[in-house]
């Protein structure tokens, strides 16, 4: 009966009514561009805010070849990325025939990703989409549907007094006869049983709904962004260390979760922490460093020469199963004397955040040349797939040629939001860690493409013009930050944008 009851119980228990929770830094959706055979695409997963719940993929090609794109869903690594179900057929938009929809349901939690199988003139092609499935919070309940839900449930659970009564009274007695006594007599005590029974259901199942309740706004909470401590030791060695221990709820089975170790963090670009300093609260500087892991699971930076203040601190690590964390904290630093920044670490300062925010499509960098957001007039649109395109210019207006890959892309691209609601280090080929590429490519079945997404890792010139797939998930002020490397130097453009 228990366990019914909570089969019953937990579609409505996660609709529950809480506070909203941001995972990832209020950025949740999936954008991503590659190629599934011949057949570029750009492909936007939507994710649903409750776990079970339904995600849209949106998957837009760049032919007019495609005819068939069918999807299905896998867990990233272990066994269940050998074992698909039945592909779901994505429905043709009738008004743009380059642009499919599917709708999947996603059921628990962790590192999954979406297959695209696609078929055109060209013949057929796979591509494959990493996801982090987390729920972000506990919608409330229309009161319609609670009084429905209590109306059903009260109606069915006594529902059964008359049918199990009238079984007891008439159950033995032939057609045309009447009850006698002791039939009477008997139906009596089911109908006090029966009675006692729903009683006891219906007030169980209060308590079930407040346990589901308990556990879903558990597993919000845990994968809500994780605290980071931040010290500082030996007047420029910041020290990083999780707050509380990093748990992956496992969706439908309670309260078990799957500990999650620092210690066995996977690289992606080639290192374990992509670690943000960001300047706090005006964002007039950035830091893009790369922290080392200590054998007890911390992990630790000597920093560069950095100016006294507020910094807010933003963690990127990928676990061993291909799961994106965004660790989040604050710290405050002294003046700090460090070495100079060599290799792939990168600093930018500038003007801070103007309120109100004064929009911009050019950026300065330090040589006199200069990168251009070759942005569409009207406001950017929130919720809204965009391919962010930019090109870079020498001082007197001609492309770069000297555009060399930065950890592998062409481009790495950080959003913040003025209130830090909304963090994301995007690349080229999307929102997607190349680590969680990495594992899908090694997982997929043969003639998954992944040219696309590594292609820039081959190259050691490129255009001077470049894009990067994402969309803003809410309406504020925004600061954007692109970072290229032009002739073995990092350089950082910063553009400012108001999101509709």
């Known amino acids: 009966m228990k366990n019914l009851l909570k089969t019953l119980l937990l579609a409505a228990a996660v609709l529950l009514p809480g506070a909203a929770a941001y995972a990832h830094v209020g950025s949740a959706d999936v954008y991503f561009e590659g190629n599934a055979g011949p057949y570029p ?27 068939n794109v069918k999807v299905l869903l896998l867990r990233l690594t272990g066994p269940g990325s050998k074992l698909p179900s039945t592909a779901d057929v994505a429905i043709r938009s009738k008004e743009d025939p380059n642009f499919f929809v599917s709708e999947l349901w996603f059921m628990e939690y962790g590192a999954l990703q979406a297959q695209l199988e696609v078929e055109g003139s060209k013949g057929e092609g796979k591509l494959s989409v990493p996801i982090a499935s987390f729920p972000r919070q506990q919608k409330a309940m229309a009161p319609w549907m609670r009084l429905m839900g209590a109306f059903v449930l009260v109606g069915l659970t006594f529902g059964l007094v008359p049918i199990t009564a009238g079984i007891a009274r008439e159950g033995t007695v032939p057609a045309e006869a009447a009850p006698d006594a002791k039939n009477k007599r008997n139906a009596r005590i089911v109908t006090a049983l029966t009675v006692l029974a729903a009683v006891w259901t219906v007030y169980s199942a209060r308590g079930l709904w407040r346990e ?16 980071v401590e931040a010290s500082l030791q030996d007047g420029n060695r910041l020290m990083l260390r999780l707050a509380t221990p990093l748990q992956l709820p496992v969706a439908g089975k309670g309260r ?6 620092l210690e066995e963090v996977i690289p992606d670009h080639g290192y374990l922490m992509h670690l943000f300093l960001v300047g706090n609260p005006q964002a007039d500087k950035v830091w893009h460093l790369h922290a080392d892991r200590l054998q007890n699971g911390a992990f630790a930076r000597t920093l560069p020469s950095m100016p006294a203040g507020d910094y807010r601190i933003f963690a990127d690590i990928v676990d061993k199963n291909g799961f994106p964390w965004t660790l989040v904290g604050n710290v405050k630093l002294p003046n700090v004397a460090g070495p100079v920044l060599v290799g792939d ?24 040349a200069r990168m251009v957001w070759e942005r569409a007039d009207g406001p950017l649109r929130s919720n809204v797939p965009t391919s962010f395109k930019f090109r870079v210019e020498n001082a007197d207006g001609s492309p770069a040629g000297d555009l060399e890959p930065y950890m592998g892309m062409a481009a790495h691209m950080i959003v913040l939001r003025r209130d830090a609601g909304v963090f994301a280090h995007v690349h080229t080929n999307g929102s997607v860690p190349m680590a969680a590429l990495d594992l899908a490519r090694e997982s997929s079945a043969d003639g998954m493409d992944m040219s696309q997404s590594m292609a820039h890792q081959h190259h050691a010139a490129l255009p001077a013009s470049f894009s990067v797939p994402y969309g803003v998930p809410s309406a504020g002020d925004y600061r954007i930050f692109i970072q290229v490397r032009r002739s073995g130097q990092v350089q950082t453009a910063a553009f400012d944008v108001r999101a509709q």
């Open 41 to 67: 695409m750009f492909v936007t997963v939507r994710m649903p805010e409750v776990v079970p719940g339904v995600a849209k993929i949106e998957v837009r090609s760049a032919s007019p070849d495609v005819s």
């Open 212 to 227: 589901e309740d308990a556990v879903y706004a558990r597993n919000v909470d845990l994968l809500k962004p994780p605290r």
């Open 256 to 261: 078990e979760t799957v500990p999650v170790k």
């Open 345 to 368: 670490d990168s600093q930018w300062a500038g003007a801070p955040l103007a309120a109100p925010i004064a929009e911009s499509k050019v950026a300065q960098l330090p040589d006199g």
